[in-house]
Every structure is written in C-alpha cells, then in structure tokens.
C-alpha cells in the first residue's frame, strides 16, 4: 500500500480568523494536517487592498512563496516588489517580509523547510508587529 497523506485545504483550520483577521486574510498551514515532517506549506488569502498587520522573518528557515492569483506588493526588509499570479519569491530565513493584496486580492502558497527535523516551520520565526508602514 502506497504511503501518503491527502489533504484538502478548506479541511485546514484558518489560523487567521482564528486570530481575528476574517474577512480579510485567510492562513492555512497545512503541516499537521499532511503529517510533514521535514517541511509546512501554508495557504493564505488576503481581500483587495489589505495589507498584512504584521511582518516576519525566521532565523534559518527559506521559504517560497508562489502567488496563484491576483497581484499585490510585497516588502522584503526596506525594499517593495510588485508580484503577480504565478511568480515564485524565494525568501532567506532572516530576511523580513509581508504581503498587500492588490484590487482584485491575492492568493499565494509558502513552502518552508525547518532547518531542525521535526521542527514546526514557524518554531524560528519572529513576528513583527506593525513593521509596514508607509
């Protein structure tokens, strides 16, 4: 018998309205829910227009994002790109970063790998609070 795990996102719990992000943002991180053990997949969503409240960045973990849909901005330390549907970003652990949805939103998938086996993708990553700004 093959060994695998199938895993619809809609079946992962939404760690943003969760949180109190909803309607705005949807986060769903995948790790438990496929049983990953060497790496996470998150799905997030964002409405036209919203901008993530918060950045981030990880001590060691690299990540890539790949947009599914819809065009926004991303900032990367003091630097500002746009992105647009099918555009991968690779991101080094320590580099500070977030998300602002475009008119139409965004949609994007984040792999990361952490760098200790059986490690939780987030268990390095510090938040940063209110670190947008304009």
């Given at each position: ?82 992105v647009v549907a099918r555009d ?47």
């Amino acid at each position: 018998m093959s060994d695998f795990t199938k895993v619809n996102l809609a079946d992962v719990e939404d760690m943003a309205a969760k949180r109190g992000l909803a309607p705005n943002m949807e986060g769903r991180f995948a790790k438990g829910p496929l049983e990953l053990e060497q790496t996470g997949v998150s799905f997030q969503r964002l409405a036209p227009g919203f901008r993530m409240p918060f950045g981030h960045r990880h001590s060691e973990q690299e990540e890539v994002y790949v947009i599914l849909s819809g065009s926004g901005r991303m900032k990367l330390e003091d630097e500002i790109i746009d992105v647009v549907a099918r555009d991968l970003i690779r991101v080094p652990g320590p580099t500070a970063r977030a998300f602002e949805a475009g008119p139409e939103g965004i949609e994007l998938l984040a792999f990361g790998a952490p760098s200790a086996a059986g490690a939780s993708p987030g268990a390095d990553a510090e938040v940063l609070e209110d670190w947008w700004t304009d």
